[in-house]
């Protein structure tokens, strides 16, 4: 019985170029997640969350902090 070299996995046509790859990856880049500051204190939280540091959102006091 004769033995055949067979490739059992995607075997491209052409050879991806660096400049091609490169494009291709291009928005698999990391970003930055978006921030915004609190009106009330200046501190940098995250958009549509209470700020953790004087507990205002959205101009009005939802926590209250023990330190105060």
């Known amino acids: 019985m004769m033995k055949l070299d067979i490739q059992m996995f995607a075997v491209p046509f052409h050879r991806v170029s660096?400049?091609?790859k490169r494009m291709r990856r291009s928005h698999n880049a990391i970003e930055l997640p978006?921030?915004?500051?609190c009106p009330s204190c200046g501190e940098t939280i995250k958009p549509h969350r209470v700020c953790p540091k004087c507990g205002t959102y959205k101009g009005k006091k939802v926590l209250s902090n023990e330190s105060e």
């Open 18 to 20: 660096k400049t091609r």
């Open 34 to 37: 978006g921030t915004t500051k």
